[in-house]
């Protein structure tokens, strides 16, 4: 019920397979509800529908991108954290359906995360960026960031792998975002964008 609130009053809700089919007790429901709102049957392809000032977005199903083979304990070694087959269409669900489209993408290889932190007491958003592939490390790759404020005064680059911060030089990317390059670092880097 809540999450079908969030999208009548205007947020997106994208949900896979299944979901919505069992109760919170893992017990099946006798009416998936999220089911109901696509007509009763799930569609076998990706399908958008509006759904009051929202929408909602359905990804069919998760197709596993190996056989998993689950440890002692239900536990998975690091072998086995691979990515569904079907990642591009769960992103692009996500992604193209953003009200106003994600935050940040960057072109660093898959087996870089990032997380981002808004910082609204100094006027500065934070990229945390971890290479999990340490035996390879990250060459400079391209940013992109949508900003909060208007302006931005400096974007700076650090590592533990270097003493002082590098500036970087950054450029307007249509309406409210800029671009920039990161440059290459073994496992860990952290881009400050400080924004006037």
């Known amino acids: 019920d809540r999450l079908l609130a969030f999208a009548r ?61 689950p440890a002692a304990g239900w536990q998975f070694p690091a072998s086995q954290w691979v990515l569904p087959e079907n990642h591009e269409e769960i992103l692009h669900a996500v992604s193209d359906n953003l ?50 404020r208007a302006k931005v005064r400096a974007v700076k680059f650090l590592s533990p792998e270097q003493d002082n911060p590098v500036p970087l030089e950054f450029a307007a990317a249509g309406a409210g975002q800029i671009t920039f390059q990161v440059p290459g670092f073994g496992q860990y880097g952290l881009v400050v964008v400080q924004e006037k």
Do not use: C
């Open 9 to 69: 009053a205007g947020g997106t809700l994208v949900f896979t397979g299944e979901s919505g089919s069992l109760n919170e007790y893992r017990q099946p429901r006798a009416a998936n509800p999220l089911a109901a709102t696509l007509g009763g049957d799930r569609p076998a392809t990706l399908a958008m529908r509006a759904y009051g000032k929202g929408k909602l977005v359905h990804v069919p199903r998760i197709a596993p991108g190996m056989k998993i083979t």
């Open 99 to 148: 009200p106003r489209g994600l935050s940040v993408q960057a072109e660093a290889p898959l087996t870089t995360a990032l997380e981002i932190v808004r910082r609204p007491e100094t006027s500065e958003t934070l990229l945390h960026f971890v290479n999990y592939d340490p035996a390879h490390p990250l060459e400079p790759f391209r940013a992109q960031l949508a900003l909060e």
